[in-house]
């Protein structure tokens, strides 16, 4: 069989196949066999039914194309095996199918042309010496000030205050009703829906509500009814109160002060697991040391990646982004399953191509981010021995030692083998390079930064709402979960997961399929060289 090989962009190879006459008659001498055993006809028993009326029965033109869709698919497994080329994905045909059986004689050669996809030639151009610049997160002391306040509000007592106004900070329930104003606004319309409630209680700090509600709430009487102006802010989930201006009618009809516990040891010893303030103290301030160390980590790899990207030049095919943006829908799908989401309602028919779409830019990227890794690995010949890829496994393992019959171990190794590779080449790139740290907030916009309240909350458990805080706080509350599926592709999908991550996935996953096998058995192509 003679092929001719044509070098296209993309990372693919466009493929010539002469097809021998030999092979194109007893591809149709095969077909008329398989019509001949299947077909029923009248008259004839299957098997014995004349190659003429056979031809008359389903026409020429189908069995041709049963022959040369055969000839296709089998003539193009045998030229990329006598080719060697390393093909991924499927073919595409580039010959018309149409003319192909117009033209096709059993017994005269056949010529078509089709294009693969091949791993694509990467060339970086520069990754030793790199010189960039990255954030360096510092522990700050007030931070282990603040979890310690926070579980002190935890763990308060409501005491009726008496002979004063509300003030900031006091518990106040209240009975309120909202309405829209302004000269577009409807008498009918003008009720918020959701906006409405009797003893609802709310802590008085401003940032839980909209703006104005608390600051409207200070300087009440107990009985005291009062009318508050607020304006719904514009980026407000909810779209038909964005921007708009409203009233609040709200009566005061309790109010209490928290009484704080003293900070000392036995405070300690009732709301944690340490004996004393000192050795609480001593282990949050530890752990925020290590996370700002961490931070400061990260930061340093991710600079380094970016300017490594910056030095590669790959032309990524279609197969691979293709299968990297299934794998973070994937992994989106599996995160959003085990925050109790449900995925099927999320990710519908219509939000999936969004998904696809948005995704691409992050794919190409993690993808460029990948083979420049592979590549710096190859180069320098780095490696992830056997041994010490066997001990990190055994060590996931003992973590879930209930659940391993649930754990794809095929999986977890490779993942593991990934991370354990990547670690290695991000330390080798920072030892061969020149990192300049800089005070955190220097290179990241103010508004871009994240606070320090989440890593808190982690630490200090939040106040439970109630179903009343729900209402008035964000009556937005089911265009938020609409929204999950959307937002979700910002925050989530472009996060790269790590082999602790995998091992809690692989678990949840057993034995759900998210995606086809093919597919998820393929995203990680692009991840194989690290």
């Given at each position: ?389 066997t001990a990190k496994v055994d060590e996931i393992l003992e973590q879930y030692a209930d659940q391993t019959q649930d754990i794809d171990l095929d999986r977890l190794r490779q993942s593991v083998e990934d991370d354990l590779l990547r670690g290695k080449i991000l330390t080798w790139l920072e030892e061969n390079a020149t990192v300049e740290l800089v005070p955190e907030g220097t290179l990241t916009p103010p508004e871009a930064l994240e606070t320090d309240a989440d890593a808190d909350t982690l630490e200090a458990a939040e106040t439970s709402e109630t179903d009343q805080d729900e209402a008035v706080a964000t009556p937005a509350a089911e265009a938020t979960v609409e929204a999950t599926a959307e937002v979700v592709t910002d925050e989530t999908v472009g996060d790269e997961a790590s082999t602790d991550e995998v091992a809690t996935e692989t678990i949840s996953a057993a034995g759900e399929e998210v995606e086809d096998e093919d597919s998820a058995g393929t995203a990680s192509t692009s991840r194989s060289q690290v």
């Amino acid at each position: 069989m003679k092929v001719t090989q044509e070098k296209l962009p993309a990372s693919q190879v466009g493929l010539e196949i002469e097809i021998p006459p030999e092979m194109s008659k007893q591809a149709y001498e095969k077909t008329l066999q398989e019509f001949t055993r299947a077909a029923n006809i009248p008259g004839f028993r299957k098997g014995k039914v004349p190659r003429q009326v056979l031809v008359q029965r389903f026409g020429s033109s189908r069995l041709k194309a049963a022959a040369i869709e055969e000839l296709i698919e089998n003539s193009l497994k045998q030229a990329v095996e006598q080719e060697k080329i390393e093909a991924i994905g499927n073919f595409q045909l580039r010959s018309s199918f149409e003319e192909l059986v117009s033209q096709f004689e059993p017994g005269s050669a056949l010529t078509f042309s089709a294009v693969v996809d091949v791993p694509p030639k990467v060339t970086l151009n520069q990754y030793k010496g790199l010189q960039v610049k990255a954030e360096e997160a510092t522990y700050d002391p007030e931070r282990v000030d603040q979890v310690l306040e926070n579980y002190r509000n935890q763990s308060a007592t409501l005491v009726p205050v008496e002979g004063r106004a509300a003030q900031p900070g006091d518990v106040a329930v209240v009975d309120f009703k909202g309405q829209l104003t302004g000269e577009d606004v409807e008498p009918e319309s003008a009720e918020i829906p959701g906006g409405s409630a009797e003893d609802f209680q709310i802590e008085l700090v401003e940032g839980k509500f909209i703006a104005g509600f608390v600051d409207g709430i200070i300087g009440m009487s107990l009985e005291e009814t009062k009318d508050v102006s607020v304006t719904f802010p514009e980026d407000y989930p909810q779209q038909d109160l964005a921007g708009k201006a409203a009233v609040f009618t709200i009566t005061l009809k309790d109010l209490k002060e928290k009484e704080l516990p003293e900070l000392d040891d036995d405070f300690a010893q009732d709301v944690s697991e340490f004996e004393t303030l000192t050795e609480w103290r001593e282990t949050l301030a530890s752990r925020f040391k290590q996370e700002a160390e961490q931070k400061t980590k990260i930061n340093k790899e991710q600079a380094l990646l970016d300017e490594l990207v910056k030095h590669v030049e790959v032309e990524i095919p279609e197969t691979l982004t293709k299968q990297e943006v299934d794998y973070m829908i994937t992994q989106t799908a599996m995160q959003l399953s085990n925050q109790g989401l449900d995925v099927k309602r999320l990710m519908t028919k219509e939000v999936i191509p969004q998904l696809r779409e948005r995704s691409r830019p992050e794919a190409i990227a993690r993808i460029q981010r990948t083979l420049a890794l592979g590549e710096v690995a190859k180069r320098e010949s780095i490696k992830v021995e056997e041994a010490e890829l066997t001990a990190k496994v055994d060590e996931i393992l003992e973590q879930y030692a209930d659940q391993t019959q649930d754990i794809d171990l095929d999986r977890l190794r490779q993942s593991v083998e990934d991370d354990l590779l990547r670690g290695k080449i991000l330390t080798w790139l920072e030892e061969n390079a020149t990192v300049e740290l800089v005070p955190e907030g220097t290179l990241t916009p103010p508004e871009a930064l994240e606070t320090d309240a989440d890593a808190d909350t982690l630490e200090a458990a939040e106040t439970s709402e109630t179903d009343q805080d729900e209402a008035v706080a964000t009556p937005a509350a089911e265009a938020t979960v609409e929204a999950t599926a959307e937002v979700v592709t910002d925050e989530t999908v472009g996060d790269e997961a790590s082999t602790d991550e995998v091992a809690t996935e692989t678990i949840s996953a057993a034995g759900e399929e998210v995606e086809d096998e093919d597919s998820a058995g393929t995203a990680s192509t692009s991840r194989s060289q690290v």
